[in-house]
């Protein structure tokens, strides 16, 4: 794992072996993982791809709150590619009038 996918993930609060010191970088983390954690649940119940998914992940047996951080972990993992690949975001085309806005 990079060195920048492991701060990443540390901040997001997946990496059990990360170490984060000090206040900042553990207020910056806790802000971060609400943020994601808000904006996947917005999307949850607005957006119809983020639905299905979390559809999909409640008929695989997961919690409401699992089910509601897979679309968060997956919108950091979309991010996390574009930076990497130095790619602005291009929202995939709709079909019919399936997208999110």
Known sequence: MEAAQARTAALRGEEPGAELVGRLVRSVAARLQRALY????????????????YG????????????????????????????????????????GNVGCR
């Open 38 to 53: 808000l904006s996947a649940q917005v999307g949850v119940f607005f957006c119809p791809i983020s639905k299905a998914y």
């Open 56 to 95: 999909r992940k409640r008929k695989e047996g997961k919690g409401h709150k699992q089910a509601v951080i897979a679309p968060a972990r997956r919108r950091v993992e979309v991010l996390w590619a574009m930076i990497r690949d130095h790619v602005p975001f291009q929202a995939a085309p709709a079909v």
